[in-house]
């Protein structure tokens, strides 16, 4: 019986959806196809859609090797710039497009930005030839929960597809993954290769970038909101990157669930701490300061979705460039000057040692925060090909170098020049003592680089 139960329910859920969203009458009499709201808008980006193949430099298998990645772009005029994510165009040597018309053109990258995962490119078109398609920004505040979004792009390697959903949520916050912007999250299916292509509406415009995927349980995938990417694009443009502006703080809403703390009011919010070293904590801000004002912009942030448009606001500020934060501290309100410095970059470079069987690279402070933690300036190990002779030495990734042989390691440069030391000498002696530093604790490890891995 209840079997029969749910199949009289489920039929009567499709009559509901066919009657309403089919060509029922609405109030006013006129009839509406949805199947025709859907193929229109479909029409309108469908053809902008780009796949985009990349030859990119690898170091992660530890050896520095040429990658195959495929994802999805869209074009957004008719000079050829192109929207992705730059998880697809990181460290490519060539990035190559193909059209909706099967033409294919070279593309140019033209700026990048880890934070946001976002890149724009520029196709190699001809002076003379036919124009390219593009589609239309739209307005991602005009979206609610419930709205009909289509996800279009290139999965696992295929030239193109569609898929249809709803806007699951249109402040969606995760952390670790929303410094400086929310997401928006559809349950329109967005697979691996569908990265950088569009999120659409039913007006045929772009809404945002389709990003991160579920891989498991489905339902839910991510896109970059469109007005997020329109504030960034004239920095693409005119610098190739954002160049996110640094104070150093380290914010706190209000109403905080997650640390199970809530402080007294509505208006503000919290410094949880600064940086060392950082412009806030030169200029005198202090932990538990209440934040009420960036210059002349009010800020507050009951929840943790509030923090994205504060830390964007933060990171668009003049770099170089006093401005004044109003702080409410011991229920006296105070202002202090503080100067942004630039961010710097997110990740650290990376260098290849292959007779070693291992790549490097630099510790930074916003990419490896734990690697920081114990050494503001050095190097870790990256990548570890297995077979090898780093996996043999039980390197681990992660392992920060201290010392090789007694000479300290702090920087790529020195890596490099201990590396190339010790393959010239690698007949007399053909190992190195390396001093290591594993989860705060030192080691002595030697890395014998007699056999060659690569020759075998």
């Known amino acids: 019986m209840g079997s029969i139960m749910r199949v009289k329910a489920v039929l009567l859920c499709l009559v509901l959806v066919q009657g309403s969203a089919f060509g029922a009458a609405p109030a006013g009499g006129r009839e509406i196809d949805f199947r025709s709201i859907i193929a229109e808008a479909k029409d309108r980006v469908f053809p902008a859609v780009v796949f985009v193949k990349c030859i990119r430099e690898s170091h992660e298998e530890g050896k520095k090797k040429a990658q195959e990645i495929a994802g999805s772009g869209v074009l957004i005029n008719t000079s050829g710039e192109i929207l992705t994510n730059w998880h697809v165009v990181d460290k490519a040597l060539e990035v190559r497009c193909l059209l909706y018309d099967g033409r294919s053109f070279d593309a140019e990258v033209i700026g990048t930005d880890k934070d946001l995962d976002l890149a724009l490119l520029r196709l190699a078109l001809p002076p003379e030839g036919d124009p390219v398609p593009f589609a239309e920004l739209g ?34 916050f995760l952390q670790d993954h929303s410094e400086y912007s929310l997401w928006l999250q559809t349950d329109a299916a967005i697979s691996p290769g569908n990265s950088g292509g569009p999120l659409v509406n039913t007006k045929g415009e772009i809404i945002g970038i389709n990003t991160l995927g579920a891989l498991i349980g489905g339902d839910m995938g991510f896109a970059v909101p469109s007005d997020v990417i329109r504030e960034i694009l004239p920095r693409f443009r005119k610098r190739g990157q954002v160049e996110w502006s640094w104070l150093g703080l380290e914010l706190q ?7 199970n703390m809530y402080f007294e009011g509505t208006e503000g919010v919290i410094v949880a701490g600064t940086a060392e070293g950082s412009p806030a904590r030169h200029a005198g801000v202090r932990d538990r300061d209440r934040l009420l004002a960036i210059g002349d912009t009010q800020v507050t942030a009951l929840t943790d979705e509030d923090l994205p448009a504060i830390r964007r606001l933060i990171g668009m500020l003049p770099m170089e460039e006093a401005v004044t934060l109003a702080l409410l501290r011991d229920r006296e309100t105070l202002t202090v000057d503080v100067v942004p410095s630039q961010k710097g970059k997110v990740e650290g470079e990376e260098f290849d040692c292959p007779r070693w069987d291992l790549t490097v690279k630099a510790i930074n402070r916003f990419d490896n925060p734990d690697l920081y933690f114990y050494r503001r300036k050095g190097v870790f190990v990256f990548g570890i090909e297995s077979p090898g002779n780093a996996a043999n030495a039980n390197l681990r990734h992660k392992d920060i170098l201290v010392e090789s042989d007694g000479t300290e390691v702090e920087t790529l440069d020195d890596v490099e020049e201990i590396y190339e030391k010790a393959l010239d000498g690698i007949d007399a002696r053909p190992r190195v003592r390396l001093t290591i530093l594993r989860g705060g604790l030192m080691r002595q490890v030697i890395l014998d680089f007699s056999r060659d891995y690569e020759r075998e």
């Open 253 to 259: 809403p209000l109403r905080d669930f997650n640390r």
């Open 139 to 172: 307005d991602s505040s005009e979206l609610n929960e419930g709205d009909f979004a289509i996800a279009m792009g290139a999965p696992w390697g295929l030239a193109r597809s569609v898929t249809i959903g709803i806007i699951s949520c249109v402040r969606r």
